[in-house]
């Protein structure tokens, strides 16, 4: 039982990462100027350019003109800018929570786990027993004093009757009871070496996951419950999808360059509706709602982002849902119904996306991107209804 309840007391540990200061660094990015295909407005595309020899506003002329025909859109014009970035800061060790006794044992403390290669190692369990037993050899050696003076006392006042010889038993017993505990340790090892070896017992370290809500979570936390609730049942059959079903749904979006709303910073907004471009940052974390996760790695604007939300790589596009496959497989053409979202009911949506959290029956709903995309997330988070379309086909979808 004391074995459990050390390793849970460790594992319920929160590993806190010490905050680090991020440093700056410069580097050479090439901005373009150009008119997407069918658009009269300009948009502009930003990259670090691949090495050369020849100077930095040819080469991102040419990588600028290379790029916008790659995207079929015309160039206009090139411009070269330095870019001061932050650079992720260095992997700080955790700090683990180290199990504090009820009862403390006298001249004794944990010491803590060790951090390697990836797993952290930790023998509270070989400590506790040491220095149990530290502490009954200190408490035997006192009790075995006790007993010999008091055999004494009664060899002495027994002279040579029966008081005598109990004296003299007390005496050797409370010494062989002692001399017993000090040499347990060598008749265990006698026995069998292992049973004398503290090994300690090593975990592999696992980073946070994402947090298991959206935009429509964090803005409306009394919808928790629930959405774990449909997040728990089980796929409706085809038959239940064809003439109408009960899903959860939430939001999500793209956020625009820089864009923070609830989530604190830029980075930990992308990081809850999105991927990020250049990994995540494990040493530090985002929260919202009660839920933790890990922020983008800062990126220059004009960096691609959110251009993908789950492997395989799907581009969002209006109208795309992130659903369970093996509820909604890929593809799955289906109309909403009785949804907050006004916008969403009578709608064809198309079952294109996934998330590690999307499971059972929820969904969660591409509303596109900026401010008020935001709005749109918050305001999809509810029950509704969704009915199949025949054969996929969006017009054969019902009306109603």
Wanted: proline share 8%.
């Amino acid at each position: 039982m004391m074995r459990r309840a050390l390793i849970l007391v460790f594992i319920l540990g929160t590993l806190l990462p010490s905050s680090g200061q991020a440093e700056t660094t410069t580097v050479e990015a090439c901005h373009c100027n150009y008119y997407p295909t069918g658009k009269s407005t300009a948009a502009r595309l930003a990259f670090i350019p691949e090495t050369g020899s020849t100077p930095l506003n040819e080469r991102c002329q040419t990588q600028c003109m290379e790029r916008v025909q790659q995207a079929g859109g015309t160039f206009i014009s090139s411009e070269a800018r330095s870019e001061i970035v932050e650079d992720t800061p260095p992997a700080v060790e955790p700090s683990p929570i180290v199990p504090r006794l009820s009862v403390p044992i006298p001249n004794f403390s944990f010491t803590k786990p060790v951090f390697e290669n990836g797993s952290v190692s930790v023998n509270f369990i070989g400590q506790y027993i040491v220095g149990i037993y530290r502490w009954l050899i200190g408490i035997a050696a006192v009790f075995a004093v006790v007993m010999i003076m008091v055999g004494g006392i009664q060899y002495m006042l027994g002279a040579t009757g029966k008081g005598a010889k109990e004296g003299m038993e007390r005496i050797k017993n409370a010494i062989v009871g002692f001399v017993i505990l000090l040499a347990s340790y060598l008749l265990l090892y006698t026995v069998n070496p292992q049973l004398v070896v503290s090994r300690p017992i090593s975990f592999k370290v696992i980073e946070r996951s994402d947090a298991d809500f959206t935009a429509s979570i964090v803005a409306h936390p009394e919808l928790a419950d629930t959405a774990e609730e449909f997040k728990g049942m089980g796929c409706p059959s085809t038959e239940e999808l064809r003439n109408g079903v009960t899903f959860f749904t939430t939001g999500y979006y793209k956020p625009s360059y820089g864009e923070k709303q609830a989530y604190q910073s830029f980075e930990c907004n992308i990081a809850m509706q999105c991927t990020c471009p250049n990994g995540r940052q494990p040493e530090s974390s985002c929260s919202a709602a009660g839920g933790k996760w890990q922020p983008c790695v800062p990126f220059p604007e004009g960096t691609t982002y959110c251009n993908q939300t789950s492997p395989p790589a799907v581009l969002p596009q209006a109208f795309h849902t992130a659903a369970v496959s093996s509820c909604l497989p890929k593809g799955t053409v289906f109309k909403i119904f009785d949804s907050p979202l006004g916008e969403a009911n009578n709608a064809v949506w198309y079952a294109e996306d996934g998330g590690a959290w999307i499971k059972g029956r929820r969904l969660d709903l591409y509303t596109g991107e900026g401010s008020t995309a935001y709005t749109r997330a918050v305001s999809a988070g509810g029950k509704v209804t969704i009915k199949t379309c025949p054969g996929n086909n969006p017009s054969q979808c019902p009306t109603n």
